[in-house]
Every structure is written in structure tokens, then in C-alpha cells.
């Protein structure tokens, strides 16, 4: 079993930065891929960024050149630093974590509870 754990997100104003963090924990697992989702009320949940070994770093068109994220690949860990944010930025994120357990080799698809960030001013 392996836990996906956000922690980050809260209140900004437009124009402002804030930074989400996701540390995924168990045992006998091997993580390949690891990003960030968002949902927005209404709306389908759409790709904020996302980094693994096969295809590098992706980024959703609407965040480019504003969101940054990174890995600490030794503690499967995860940042998402967020800046210039925009009121159509609101939305619950949720970091996702992909792998398989080094023992049995089955694959694995966890994501977090979500947290909220909201830009309003």
C-alpha cells in the first residue's frame, strides 16, 4: 500500500505564489510518476504538471511558464511551485502517484484527498 499526501494550498491574491507539496510513503514499492491534477467546480479534473522517468516533465497549457514542479526522487516527493496565480486557478488539487510494488511487479495508480487553493481577491 503506498500514501499520497498533499500538504500546501490555502487563500491568495491574483498575482500571488504558493507552493504544494506530495510525499508518497509505504513499503516495496517503486515509484515511476508522480504530478498534479486539479478540479475545478463543474469542470473535469485536467493535468496541472507531472514528471516520471519515461517522459520526462509535462505541463497543462494553462499553467506553463507560471507553475514549476520538481522531485526529490530519493524521498518520493513531489513541489509544485505556483506563481502569477490567476482567479481561474481556483480549484481542489490532487498529486498522483504511479509505480508498481517491488515484489509482486503490480502497477499502481494513488491519488491524494486533494487540497484547496483559492485565488480571489
Known amino acids: 500500500q503506498v500514501q499520497v499526501v498533499e500538504s500546501g494550498g490555502g487563500s491568495v491574491q491574483p498575482g500571488g505564489s504558493l507552493r504544494l507539496s506530495c510525499a508518497a510513503s509505504?513499503?516495496?514499492?517503486?515509484?515511476?510518476?508522480m504530478g498534479w491534477f486539479r478540479q475545478a467546480p463543474g469542470k473535469v479534473r485536467e493535468l496541472v504538471a507531472t514528471t516520471s522517468r519515461s517522459d520526462g516533465i509535462n505541463y497543462g497549457d494553462s499553467v506553463k511558464g507560471r507553475f514549476t514542479i520538481s522531485r526529490d526522487n530519493g524521498e518520493n516527493t513531489i513541489i509544485l511551485q505556483m506563481n502569477v496565480l490567476k482567479a481561474e486557478d481556483t480549484a481542489v488539487y490532487y498529486c498522483?502517484?504511479?509505480?508498481?510494488?517491488?515484489?509482486?511487479?503490480?502497477?499502481?495508480?494513488?491519488w491524494g484527498q486533494g487540497t484547496q487553493v483559492t485565488v480571489s481577491s
Open positions: 498522483n502517484a504511479r509505480g508498481y510494488n517491488s515484489i509482486n511487479l503490480r502497477v499502481f495508480d494513488y
Open positions: 509505504g513499503s516495496d514499492f517503486v515509484i515511476t510518476g
